[in-house]
């Protein structure tokens, strides 16, 4: 998607409308800041307010992933090179999410060793030794939890037993037993239980 292309239609259709930046930040409930960012290709609307500023100015989702006006007669190619590029988009995004994961694990793993090594090695009273290990416990809980998070939303799992694939809920992922990224867990579809392995795509 082409988003100094989409920032010039919005803001011709703003001021087509009579809108200042911050009468249509207003209606939108948002800070002008972040119009002025779509306007200058800095930035795209967020999925949750699109159809409200497409119905604002009186355009069509697809007219505004596309940055013109669609007619009829190319408007289903223009519809599936669209979806074809959020989809894309979407999968770049889920894959640079895991890469995330991968560093908050690994760091988590640092932050818990180092206090167990110096715990372990400083000549130190035995309560002193219980703070210091916990000093890395702690963050190393809250990294191993958000690096599950990530997991847990980006991607799909594909149940071995029917194929389906979906998004799990955070406490299904956290308590499964694991091997990497594969997870023994319930499919929601066909209520049995398998390895299910992390994909990016639906």
């Known amino acids: 998607m082409d988003q100094i292309k989409i920032g010039k239609f919005i803001a011709e259709k703003r001021k087509k409308h009579n809108l ?18 779509w306007e200058n290709g800095r930035a795209l609307p967020d999925s949750s307010i699109m159809l409200q500023l497409c119905d604002i100015l009186g355009i069509t989702v697809n007219d505004l ?15 599936e090179k669209n979806l ?19 560093v908050i694990g690994v760091l988590s ?6 206090p167990i090594l110096l715990g ?16 890395g416990l ?12 990530i997991e ?11 194929g389906h694939r979906y998004v799990p809920t955070f406490k299904a992922v956290l308590n499964a037993a694991h091997m990497g990224r594969t997870r023994y867990m319930r499919c929601p579809k066909c209520n049995k239980k398998s390895w299910q392995k992390k994909v990016l795509t639906k």
């Open 152 to 162: 847990q939303t980006a991607g799909y799992y594909e149940c071995k037993v029917c």
């Open 120 to 135: 372990a090695l400083l000549p130190i009273e035995d309560w002193q030794r219980i703070i210091v290990v916990f000093s």
């Open 20 to 37: 200042t930046q911050v009468q249509l930040a207003e209606k939108l409930n948002i800070t002008d800041r972040a119009v002025s960012k």
């Open 65 to 79: 992933l596309c940055g013109e006006l669609v007619t009829m007669d190319n408007y289903n190619k223009e519809l």
């Open 84 to 102: 074809i590029e959020a989809i894309k988009q979407k999968q770049e995004g889920d894959k640079q999410l895991l890469k995330l994961e991968v």
């Open 109 to 114: 793993i640092i932050v818990l060793f180092i």
């Open 138 to 149: 702690i963050p190393a809980i809250i990294g191993f939890c958000y690096a599950t998070k």
